[in-house]
C-alpha cells in the first residue's frame, strides 16, 4: 500500500502542470500560426469533424497554456474499459489542423489515468484510489499522534540536525517532512476522497451547509420537430445568461443528457483552474437550465465542485500548485524514511535475540 501511495503522490505532483508538459512535449500541436481567434465554436466543430467523424464530447476554449482548440472526440470503446478518447488540435488563427492524436494514450494522459485509477480502470482502480486516500488520511493522523507523544523541543523536533547520524537523519527526515506538510496532505487526502466518494462527504459538509446538487439536468423535447441551436448560438446564449465569465468548455448533448454543458472561468483567471461553474442550456431555445457557478451556489455546493481545483492547488494560484507539487513527492521521503526505520529496528532486534 505504501509503494501505491509513493506511485499515486508522484504522478499527482506531474499532473498539476501535466498541461504545461503536454504542451512541452507536443509543440507542434500546440503551436498557432498567430494570436488572433477568428474561429467560432461552430466553425471549430465543423472542422473537427471532417478531421475526424467520431462523436465530439468537449470543445476546449484556448487559453495561455492551451492556445488552441482542442476538441475530443469519443470512439467505439469496449465494454467496462476507459473511454476510446482522440483529440483533434485546430489553430485559431486560421483554422488549420495542427493535428490528431490517441488522447486516452498519450504520455502525459495515461501518468493522468495512473493517478485517477492506477489503470486498473475495469478492476475498480478509481475506487482503489480514493481507499488510498483514506490510508493517507489515516497514516497522517496517526503520525501526528505519534509525533506529539515523543516530541521534546519543537524545533528540534520538526528540523533536520546537522552532523546527525543515519538513523537520526532518517528521523529527522521523516519527522521533519511529515509535520510541514501534514496540512496539505490532510487536505490532499480528503479532497481525493471527495472526487472519489462524493457521496460519503455530501453529508458531511450537509452539517456546515446545505448541498442541493443532483445530476446533469434535461429538458422536454419540444412539442415540434424543431431545429437544434448552433454551438455559437449556444456560447452567446452563455454569456448573455452569465456575463463577466470566459469560455473554457464546451459539451454538446450526449446520450445521458439533452442538454449543452458549459464550462466557464473568470476573465485573465490562471488557466490551470480551467473553469469555476457550468451552466446547463435547452439546446432548442437556450434558455439557462441549471445554474451552477459559484454566485449562485452554496458554500456546501461550491466546496463539493470545487474540490478538484483544491486537490491541485490551483485554488491558490502557481504558489498553491507548487506547494502541491512539492507535497507529491512526501510519500516518497515518509515510505524511504519509515522503511529504513524499520529495518535497522528488524535488524536490531534479530542481534538480541541471537546473543539471547
Keep these: ?96 489542423v495542427l493535428g490528431r492524436r490517441d488522447y486516452t494514450n498519450c504520455f502525459a494522459f495515461t501518468v493522468y489515468r495512473m493517478h485517477h485509477n492506477l489503470l486498473l480502470y475495469d478492476w475498480w482502480g478509481h475506487e482503489l484510489v480514493g481507499a488510498i486516500g483514506f490510508l493517507l488520511l489515516g497514516m497522517a493522523c496517526s503520525g501526528l499522534y505519534l509525533w506529539w507523544r515523543e516530541r521534546v523541543r519543537f524545533w528540534r523536533s520538526v528540523s533536520i540536525r546537522r552532523h546527525a547520524s543515519g538513523q537520526r537523519l532518517m528521523r529527522d527526515l521523516h519527522n521533519t517532512a511529515g509535520f510541514w506538510s501534514l496540512p496539505l496532505l490532510a487536505l490532499i487526502a480528503v479532497t481525493g476522497i471527495g472526487i472519489v466518494f462524493p457521496s460519503v462527504v455530501r453529508p458531511l ?50 446520450e445521458t443528457r439533452n442538454t449543452w454543458r458549459v464550462l466557464l472561468r473568470p476573465p485573465g483567471s490562471d488557466p490551470a483552474l480551467r473553469s469555476r461553474g457550468a451552466v446547463w442550456l435547452d439546446p432548442w431555445t437556450g434558455a439557462l437550465v441549471d445554474d451552477r457557478t459559484p454566485d449562485s451556489l452554496s458554500p456546501g455546493d461550491r466546496y463539493m465542485t470545487g474540490q478538484l481545483w483544491l486537490h491541485n492547488g490551483s485554488t491558490f494560484g502557481l504558489l498553491g500548485r507548487l506547494l502541491v507539487f512539492a507535497t507529491g513527492f512526501v510519500p516518497l521521503i515518509l515510505f524511504v524514511t519509515s522503511f529504513q526505520i524499520w529495518r535497522w529496528r528488524r535488524a536490531a532486534k534479530n542481534r538480541t535475540c541471537a546473543i539471547v
Design 205 to 254: 459538509v450537509g452539517f456546515v451547509s446545505t448541498t442541493n446538487l443532483d445530476a446533469p439536468p434535461t429538458v422536454k423535447l419540444p412539442p415540434n420537430e424543431s431545429a437544434r441551436l448552433s454551438a455559437n448560438a449556444i456560447v452567446l446564449a452563455a454569456r448573455t445568461a452569465k456575463p463577466g465569465y470566459e469560455l473554457a468548455q464546451l459539451s454538446p448533448p450526449n
Design 1 to 96: 500500500m505504501g509503494i501505491l501511495l509513493v506511485v499515486i503522490g508522484l504522478t499527482g505532483s506531474f499532473i498539476v502542470f501535466y498541461r504545461e508538459i503536454d504542451a512541452a512535449l507536443n509543440p507542434g500541436l500546440y503551436t498557432p500560426a498567430g494570436p488572433q481567434h477568428r474561429l467560432k465554436a461552430a466553425e471549430v466543430m465543423r472542422i473537427a469533424a471532417v478531421a475526424d467523424p467520431a462523436p465530439i464530447r468537449s470543445v476546449i476554449a484556448p487559453d495561455r497554456t492551451w492556445p488552441v482548440w482542442v476538441v475530443m472526440h469519443s470512439h467505439a470503446t469496449e465494454k467496462a474499459k476507459y473511454p476510446n478518447l482522440w483529440t483533434t488540435m485546430i489553430d485559431p488563427s486560421n483554422g488549420k
